[in-house]
């Protein structure tokens, strides 16, 4: 059975669940408690459920271009200090092509939730909603200094193990 971001006429229809935990029961894995992120057990595949703005993370999705950005802004400390974010998302950047390269992560299927108080999209703003599988894009990222994901596809195959 296909999961998809699309519906049949090619329009976003963002299948949304309102938590991680619906989302989990519905993927069938295990929902580890507070992670926004997780590996699916025995795959290289990852689960990734960003907020646009969150406490210390700003992530923005491109429905035209299929990419996701994910920039760490850090609390008001750090926020004043341009070159230890600037380093710290430089690493993030370094951190993800590695795990793509060493086959770690193949790839992410993201749900993602449009918190945003203006300038959101709908669909996304009371729930994660399927956005479609990604990975990251080395050479943006490194040229732009956050890491930022394409998508490879619109669709995957559940069960997510089989």
């Given at each position: 059975m296909p999961l998809n971001w699309k519906n049949e006429d090619?329009?976003?229809?963002?299948?949304?669940?309102?938590?991680?935990?619906e989302w989990c029961r519905c993927l069938g894995?295990?929902?580890?408690?507070r992670r926004g992120w997780f590996r699916v057990p025995g795959t290289n595949r990852w689960?990734?459920?960003?907020?646009?703005?969150?406490?210390?993370?700003?992530?923005?999705?491109?429905?035209?271009?299929?990419e996701?950005?994910?920039?760490?802004?850090?609390?008001e400390a750090d926020r004043?200090?341009?070159?230890l974010l600037d380093a710290a998302n430089r690493a993030k950047v370094e951190q993800g092509i590695g795990d793509v390269v060493s086959?770690?992560?193949?790839?992410r299927l993201?749900?993602?939730?449009?918190?945003?108080?203006?300038?959101g999209i709908p669909a996304l703003e009371n729930g994660y909603g399927f956005v479609g599988v990604f990975r990251i894009d080395p050479e943006k990222s490194r040229r732009e200094g956050k890491c930022v994901y394409r998508r490879i596809a619109d669709s995957v195959e559940l069960?997510?193990?089989g």
């Amino acid at each position: 059975m296909p999961l998809n971001w699309k519906n049949e006429d090619g329009r976003p229809a963002y299948p949304s669940h309102r938590t991680i935990a619906e989302w989990c029961r519905c993927l069938g894995v295990r929902c580890p408690p507070r992670r926004g992120w997780f590996r699916v057990p025995g795959t290289n595949r990852w689960l990734w459920f960003p907020h646009a703005e969150a406490a210390k993370w700003q992530n923005g999705y491109d429905q035209a271009s299929g990419e996701i950005d994910e920039l760490f802004v850090g609390d008001e400390a750090d926020r004043r200090n341009r070159t230890l974010l600037d380093a710290a998302n430089r690493a993030k950047v370094e951190q993800g092509i590695g795990d793509v390269v060493s086959g770690r992560e193949k790839e992410r299927l993201v749900f993602f939730n449009d918190n945003r108080n203006a300038f959101g999209i709908p669909a996304l703003e009371n729930g994660y909603g399927f956005v479609g599988v990604f990975r990251i894009d080395p050479e943006k990222s490194r040229r732009e200094g956050k890491c930022v994901y394409r998508r490879i596809a619109d669709s995957v195959e559940l069960p997510l193990n089989g």
